[in-house]
């Protein structure tokens, strides 16, 4: 009966469009793992830790927009999805996280790896369900349960995200199924959800015709064609992250946003009177400050989001647009007309975009050893077309958004930004890679790296995946922390011990004991030709940047700033 149940998930998955699943070791899961991996239409990844696991289909599913499902054994293996369903919650990224548990008899009776699953992610979650111990009775329910798993992890009222069967099995757990449940005679899914969002009316756009605003674009924008089509109507730039797709070689982008609204001057003379929020926020808490300061003075700030969540964290939104971000910049197109636009607006900013990147690159390249802004600088143009990057939050994605250039066709980057946490980031990387969409290139830091060193245990004889390439920026410890105030409040010694944290091992002897070939590189140059080397030619390859220190760095990013000041001036 239980392995009928399990191939019926299995069956009605598939006909929803599974393609991946994340299975870890365990007895209590054996219904489910033998079902996923009789399909031939499903890919089996098997990953020995959990909680990389997790991230592991986080990655399939934020490179390939379908879900995955993750699967586990009882216990503790179950607990150790809860981070990457807290990412997949806050990210909106689709995810089964699928737990298999004893059955009743077997809780509150000392049982081993037996735990209180009921409600184990808490709120972080689209939808969860316990169906008990699988019976003939229930048969008709099953292929409506897996069904509507996959729409709400797919199109519930909240958006993408993660839901949660939690699936008691009774031994024995080997078994070979019965005739399944009927499905759909033609094929199709017991339930086809078609997510229906609210119209975008964008008719009061209008009133911003000929004021000087800017377009703050992020993660999920909406196409990059309409994000400039529409800034070109208004004659407004478009202050655009490298996760947003718009950081392209167009007058209209600006990509050294942060360095320029940290010139106070500049910033006072460029400060908006609109303020268009499309996607997630830049982590930049310099332009935060300019949004906060423009809404101050009397701004409108307008955020357009499908799924009318709040993402406001200052409290400067006047005005919230709950519409998808594409349909929403068509009809605001539309509604503009042929509408005048402010006079000079348009070309201060590209000539402040201009000299700042003059100045960037001046800096940036007069250092002969490698540096941190010179990986971030170097990155992207160095790699194969249909590439995409999966950059760790802390220094990697803040490093793309102050250093990263714009582009004719820029890579793909993607992020876990939903929480912002390091940990995962090999996992989601090498991900994005087995869902088969190019060349994937993480790019972490050293802590990161060895917080998630367990991604790199793969098993015998896989069959190789897209290539993955992991960049390593090592500067020996936690940079982001010497960015902050504990750096220079702190004796050095305390700060090293408590933020700064240098680990022992060291990055490189850590990949290669995973048999794995690395490139040690501290060069512009030698980065460039590891890169060429690496990306596309491996399954799982790293590259170790060794940078200066993270003082060195944090001077460098102020000598970086000084230039771009002066020139402005």
Not at 538 to 565: I, Y
Request: proline content about 10%; aromatic content about 4%.
């Amino acid at each position: 009966m239980q392995a009928t149940f399990a191939a019926t998930l299995v069956d009605e998955w598939v006909r929803s469009g599974l393609t991946d699943a994340v299975v870890c070791p365990g007895s209590r899961s054996t219904p489910l793992a033998l079902a996923l991996a009789a399909r031939p239409e499903v890919r089996c990844h098997v990953r020995l830790d959990e909680r990389g696991a997790g991230f592991f289909a986080v990655g399939l599913a934020l490179a390939s927009g379908r879900p995955a499902v993750v699967l586990t054994t009882s216990g503790t293996a179950a607990a150790e999805l809860h981070p990457s369903v807290v990412e997949a919650h806050h990210a909106r990224v689709a995810l089964l996280a699928c737990t298999a548990d004893r059955p009743p008899s077997l809780h509150h009776v000392g049982a081993p790896q037996t735990i209180d699953q009921t409600g184990l992610f808490g709120p972080a979650l689209r939808w969860f369900c316990e169906p008990g111990v699988p019976t003939a009775e229930t048969a008709g329910t099953w292929r409506s349960l897996a069904a509507r798993s996959w729409a709400e992890a797919c199109a519930g009222p909240d958006g993408p995200g993660p839901v949660h069967l939690n699936l008691a099995f009774a031994e024995p757990l080997v078994g070979d199924p019965g005739p399944l449940p009927e499905g759909r005679p033609d094929g199709a899914p017991h339930y086809a959800p078609v997510p229906a969002g609210p119209p975008a009316d964008a008719s009061g756009v209008a009133r911003w015709a000929g004021r000087r605003g800017v377009v703050l674009a992020g993660a999920g924008c909406g196409p990059a064609e309409g994000v400039l089509g529409l800034a070109g109507r208004l004659g407004w730039p478009v202050l655009a992250d490298p996760r947003s797709g718009c950081r392209r070689s167009d007058p209209l982008v600006v990509a050294a946003a942060d360095a320029l609204v940290r010139c106070e001057r500049l910033r006072r003379d460029l400060l908006p009177e609109v303020v268009l929020l499309l996607g997630a926020p830049w982590a930049s808490k310099a332009l935060a400050a300019m949004v906060a300061e423009a809404s101050a003075a009397g701004a409108t700030v307008a955020a357009v989001d499908p799924w009318w969540r709040w993402i406001d964290p200052d409290r400067v939104v006047t005005e919230i647009h709950r519409a998808d971000p594409a349909r929403w910049l068509a009809a605001a197109a539309d509604a503009l007309g042929d509408a005048p636009v402010a006079g000079g607006w348009l070309a201060r900013w590209a000539s402040a975009e201009r000299l700042a990147q003059e100045a960037i690159d001046a800096v940036v390249s007069a250092e002969h050893r490698l540096t941190e802004p010179a990986v971030a600088r170097l990155l992207l143009p160095s790699l194969p077309a249909g590439s995409v990057v999966v950059a760790a939050s802390s220094m990697p994605v803040r490093d793309l958004e102050w250093f990263a250039p714009p582009l004719p066709a820029p890579p793909r980057v993607v992020a876990n930004r939903g929480a912002n946490g390091i940990d995962g980031v090999s996992s989601t990387a090498q991900g994005a890679a087995a869902a088969g969409v190019g060349p994937v290139v993480g790019l972490l830091g050293d802590l990161a790296f060895l917080h998630d060193a367990s991604s790199l245990v793969r098993p015998a004889g896989e069959p190789p995946a897209t290539s993955c390439t992991l960049v390593v920026v090592d500067n020996k410890g936690g940079g982001i922390f010497s960015f902050l105030p504990q750096a220079a409040a702190l004796d050095p010694s305390r700060f090293e011990q408590l933020f700064g944290t240098p680990q022992a091992p060291d990055v490189a002897e850590v990949a290669r004991g995973f048999g794995l070939p690395v490139a040690d590189v501290d060069t512009p140059a030698g980065l460039t030709a590891a890169l060429g080397d690496a990306v596309g030619r491996h399954p799982l390859a790293v590259v170790v940047a060794r940078v200066p220190g993270r003082a060195g760095n944090v001077a460098l990013h102020e000598r970086v700033q000084a230039a771009v000041a002066a020139a402005q001036r």
